[in-house]
Antibody
Framework: EVQLLESGGGLMQPGGSLRLSCAAS????????MNWVRQAPGKGLEWVSS????????YYADSVKGRFAISRDNSKNTLYLQLNTLRVEDTAIYYC??????????????WGQGTLVTVSS | DFQMTQSPSTLSASVGDRVTITCRAS??????LAWYQQKPGRAPKLLIY???NLKNGVPSRFSGSGSGTEFTLAISSLQPDDFATYYC??????????FGPGTKVDIK
């Protein structure tokens, strides 16, 4: 059974930094593209970033480009999202989501339960 | 900029009803459309990928159709477990992967 467990969320001040982690199990992590999707309180889903199976290719939403960095450690079966220069509008639940293959341009077939990031002064 | 729209935004229905939700893309996305279900306080779950393919374990009362710019999610006979918010998502292009705004299905 696929399991994705996010951690690292919390209350941060604007301008701060945070690193989110997603521990994966139940599948061959190094063989799948991975993604981050967020959801602001009471709002819809927003794709944030994607990374290829090898980690060589990454993509970002314009709203986070230059501030967030996605990475993965295939030896630890873990996905990361480094959040820098946080803004109030980054407040959201951040979900880790698995792709169905090593292809980046694909849907998201399994999701973690999410970790809440709150940015407030 | 790429846009996805959904209609209606809210749908009130009764158990046993047939319901349909429409998703429209501002550009041709061929058949690269997925549908997700989300219940309050829970993570989204994939229902359908590539327009009409059900994820393993998804009940057959769910179906998807369409191509190009207009797509439909249908639930043939609404069950109590189906009251939720439904999102479409295009993955024809990752500039960006775009979700629709959601359709909330609630109890009439």
């Amino acid at each position: 059974e696929v399991q994705l467990l996010e951690s690292g969320g919390g209350l941060m001040q604007p301008g701060g930094s945070l690193r989110l982690s997603c521990a994966a199990s139940g599948f061959t992590f190094r063989s799948y593209a991975m993604n981050w999707v967020r959801q602001a309180p009471g709002k819809g889903l927003e794709w944030v970033s994607s990374i290829s199976a090898s980690g060589d290719n990454t993509y970002y939403a314009d709203s986070v480009k230059g501030r967030f960095a996605i990475s993965r450690d295939n030896s630890k079966n873990t996905l990361y999202l480094q959040l820098n220069t946080l803004r109030v509008e980054d407040t959201a639940i951040y979900y880790c989501a698995k792709g169905p293959s090593d292809h980046l341009r694909d849907y998201f077939d399994d999701w973690g339960q999410g970790t809440l990031v709150t940015v407030s002064s | 900029d790429f846009q996805m729209t959904q209609s209606p935004s809210t749908l009130s229905a009764s158990v046993g009803d047939r319901v349909t939700i429409t998703c429209r893309a501002s550009q041709n996305i061929r058949s690269f459309l997925a549908w997700y279900q989300q219940k309050p306080g829970r993570a989204p779950k994939l229902l359908i990928y590539k327009t009409s393919n059900l994820k393993n374990g998804v009940p057959s009362r769910f179906s998807g159709s369409g191509s190009g710019t207009e797509f439909t999610l249908a639930i043939s006979s609404l069950q109590p477990d189906d009251f939720a918010t439904y999102y479409c998502q295009q993955y024809n292009t990752y500039s960006p992967f775009t979700f629709g705004p959601g359709t909330k299905v609630d109890i009439k």
